[in-house]
């Protein structure tokens, strides 16, 4: 990897709205980690503010630029992008967000870079946004070289908003991210205390219950379209049958209110617990004995990654994209119909029941998310495009010359 050589074969500017704990940006933060690049330097531009992945990028001497735009229609400001990717000799503009302001402008800049989108799902949440964006596309989607969907849900619902791209999509899973929070082996689980295996750490210390209790938990932003609310509804059901299940909660959001005032309502205040944003969620995730994802729409599912990454199954609804990266009955359950909160807690239910198979599904995750999504390969294979992308537009104008 070359972060700073201006002699780099390939200069890709990553474009995103802001620096938060999304899983766009933290897709972008370990991409531009990498080791896997033969020759790439990587600047990242933030329409907004750089905020918490300005640090992790000065740590790493990766160059960003925050263009301070209060809302995605400043087209005027965000003009100022294609000033500063043409004076950094950019080769591709890796668009990373759904700002209009970014998308009107890929015209623009295709006229000096070639630009390519990748979809994370960020749009197919926002309901009263998607006609605008329909009329964007249609104004811009010619201008795009590439378009990427981070699995086939995501390439299914982005086509049918855009049909006329529908054909140009090319899903790219997401990878599994390497970080010093990667667990090599768990702590102690429900399966180990029930199996009576001897561990080095006790379960339940990092979730605040006590020795041997087995946690069921979920790792989300606390927004509407995670679910969490039904993950608590569930949590409820579970614990009418078994009364020594404990719940946790990691993340924060705007229904952090809410939802313990539901979690009070259901009477699982001395039973759940809401642990707040957490910045190494593979630790949290493996003191876990089973990960729900109960979201209403994901595009990917990182969390669910994450927990087989650490041997931890994951219980789902079919219909999202975490489904492609959980094999029902193999490394979690897939539970149908989608949203059907009483089939997602008899699902827990009947693995909290079976230690040994919740023990084997670990293993099966375990190296499922090694295998199955490693990073060097997902970065070798952006590269290549990148490269091909650029060669082709070289050729096909010769007097394109990199600043």
């Known amino acids: 990897m070359n972060h700073s050589s201006r002699s780099s074969r390939l200069r890709i500017a990553h474009v995103l709205w802001d620096g938060g704990h999304g899983g766009s940006q933290r897709y972008v933060e370990h991409l531009v980690r990498s080791d896997g690049w033969n020759d790439a330097e990587h600047i990242v531009a933030f329409l907004n503010d750089a905020r918490e992945m300005g640090q992790a990028l000065d740590q790493i001497d990766v160059p960003h630029l925050s263009f301070g735009l209060e809302r995605g229609w400043e087209l005027a400001r965000a003009r100022l992008l294609v000033t500063w990717c043409a004076q950094r000799g950019v080769d591709v503009v890796h668009i990373h967000c759904d700002s209009p302001a970014a998308l009107l402008l890929a015209p623009v800049l295709r006229r000096r870079h070639r630009v390519v989108f990748t979809e994370h799902g960020d749009s197919l949440t926002r309901a009263r946004r998607r006609r605008t964006l329909a009329m964007i596309w249609r104004t811009s989607g010619h201008a795009v070289d590439a378009i990427f969907a981070n699995s086939h849900w995501t390439r299914s619902q982005w086509g049918e908003l855009h049909p006329h791209l529908a054909d140009r999509i090319t899903v790219m899973h997401d990878f599994l991210p390497t970080s010093e929070d990667v667990i090599t082996s768990r702590p102690v689980s429900a399966v180990d ?43 409820a059901q579970i614990r009418a049958d078994r009364p020594d299940v404990r719940f946790a909660i990691y993340g924060d959001g705007p229904l952090r209110d809410e939802l313990e005032h539901q979690s009070e309502q259901l009477g699982l205040d001395d039973a759940l617990k809401f642990h707040g944003f957490v910045d190494t969620p593979r630790t949290a995730l493996a003191q876990l004995a089973l990960t729900v994802v109960p979201s209403r729409t994901e595009a990917f599912g990182l969390t669910a990654l994450e927990s087989l990454s650490v041997g931890t199954p994951v219980v789902t609804f079919v219909e999202t994209g975490v489904a492609e990266i959980v094999r029902d009955g193999v490394d979690g359950c897939v539970v149908a119909p989608h949203g059907d909160v009483e089939a997602l807690a008899e699902a827990c239910l009947e693995l909290l029941a079976d230690p040994e198979l919740m023990h084997s599904m670990g293993d099966a995750g375990r190296r499922r998310a090694e295998q199955d999504f490693d990073r060097t390969s997902h970065v070798r294979t952006l590269e290549d495009l990148y490269l091909r992308i650029v060669a082709d537009e070289r050729a096909r104008r010769p007097d394109l010359v990199r600043a």
């Open 193 to 235: 205390a029930t199996r009576g295996d001897r561990v080095s750490r006790s379960f339940g210390s990092d979730v605040g219950w006590s020795c041997g209790a087995p946690t069921v938990g979920m790792l989300a932003r606390l927004a509407p379209e995670k679910g969490v609310d039904r993950f608590i509804d569930a949590a």
